[in-house]
């Protein structure tokens, strides 16, 4: 009966530290903001949005304790439309059967199931190594560097190319932080047989993070289609500064390509990527909250794309998981274009004016 009893014991022991290098966690995101937008010249826009600061989100992510310094984890992360199911639609296929399909049915990530992040990594003294569909190092930079975090009416990526936001069939790797100080690269292929150059994704990223200093260094390179060059290129670098009082935000990036390259925006169908956008903003506690503002000058060396933004928002906290939130921005057009024009969206909106108003309220859980 002893023996029994100190084999469970030792068993349960055994079970107990299994569970704790061991875990899972759910979470998620739940984003309504009422949108105005105006400016089209169709008239103006008025709708709910599910996910103006961030999409709306269910997520799993775990971590496996691999003994000897190394660790397993993974993340999967799909979107969801918390305004409604719009967007569905009956279909009827080759064959005659009916079905349901909803392009809208998502909401971010590419409106596709585990569309926003599903990516395993593996991590030790080496660094980390990750495979799957990640954000770009680029994207994350400009996030980091944007006072908006790339949501919001208030966004930098209405004007500034977003460096390819998330990347299929992908490898990143990142080195130890050395003193504050990493280093990363990455590739997505694209896959195609015969050519593996073709649409090709690259990218690299030099990072110092330490106390109230941010700064980050980020190249994003996507391939043509037939292998045979670089079809676009953003160079991003820029940071923040946290004086307590204040956070500072300031930015550049030099976007170029060939033509017919896309923009953030907007296809190009004439002449060569010639982008220079410069980003100044700031993040001020205000009354229990934050205030948002920046302004993002975006210059084509063409002489055709050039506009300028102005964004100001505020976030109040209710709790630690729950805040409501406001925002406004707005695009001058310093050349109009017959071809195409920039519009004022939000983190899951592409927008349909030059300007636009959020009001709304998200939960973390």
């Known amino acids: 009966m002893k023996k029994s009893l100190l084999a469970l014991a030792v068993l349960s022991a055994i079970a107990g530290v299994a569970q704790a290098q061991s875990s899972v966690t759910l979470y998620g995101k739940v984003d309504l903001g009422a949108v105005y937008d105006s400016g089209n010249p169709n008239g103006k826009s008025v709708r709910i949005s599910s996910g103006v600061t961030g999409g709306s989100r269910l997520g799993f ?13 993974f993340q999967l992360e799909t979107g969801y439309c918390a305004n409604g199911t719009s967007g569905v639609e009956a279909v009827t296929s080759a064959s005659g059967a009916t079905g349901l399909t909803n392009p809208k049915g998502f909401c971010t990530g590419s409106n596709s199931f585990m569309g926003r992040q599903a990516y395993g990594a593996l991590s030790g003294a080496f660094g980390t190594a990750s495979a799957g569909r990640q954000y770009t190092f680029g994207f994350n930079n400009l996030a980091t560097i944007d006072p908006f975090g790339a949501g919001y009416a208030g966004q930098a990526n209405n004007l500034v190319d977003p460096n390819g936001i998330r990347i299929n069939n992908s490898f990143q790797y990142v080195t130890p932080t050395f003193s504050g100080l990493s280093a990363g690269a990455e590739v997505a292929l694209g896959e195609t047989t015969g050519n593996w150059a073709a649409n090709r994704e690259t ?6 993070a330490s106390g109230p200093i941010y700064l980050g260094a980020t ?6 289609e037939s292998g045979s060059g670089t079809a676009k290129k953003d160079f991003l670098i ?13 930015g550049y990036q030099h976007t ?19 982008f220079n956008d410069f980003l100044i903003g700031t993040t001020v506690p205000l009354g229990g909250g934050s205030l948002l503002a920046s302004f993002v000058d975006h ?11 102005i964004g100001i928002g505020y976030n109040y906290p209710l709790s630690k998981r729950t805040a409501i939130y406001t925002a406004f921005a ?23 004016g030059n300007k636009a108003f959020n009001l709304g309220v998200v939960h973390n859980f």
Do not use: W
């Open 61 to 73: 992510k775990g971590v496996e304790d691999l003994g000897g310094g190394y660790k397993a984890s």
């Open 203 to 208: 990218g690299g990223e030099v990072v110092y």
């Open 219 to 224: 190249y994003y390179g996507v391939d043509e």
């Open 238 to 250: 820029g940071g923040t500064y946290d004086f307590g009082i204040a956070k500072i935000h300031a």
């Open 256 to 274: 170029s390509g060939n033509d017919g390259a896309v923009s953030s925006e907007s296809v190009i169908a004439g002449g060569p990527l010639a």
């Open 299 to 309: 210059k084509d060396k063409n002489d055709v794309y050039s506009a300028s933004q």
């Open 330 to 352: 707005k695009i001058n057009y310093q050349q109009q274009s017959s071809v195409a024009e920039y519009t004022v969206g939000n983190a899951t909106d592409s927008g349909t």
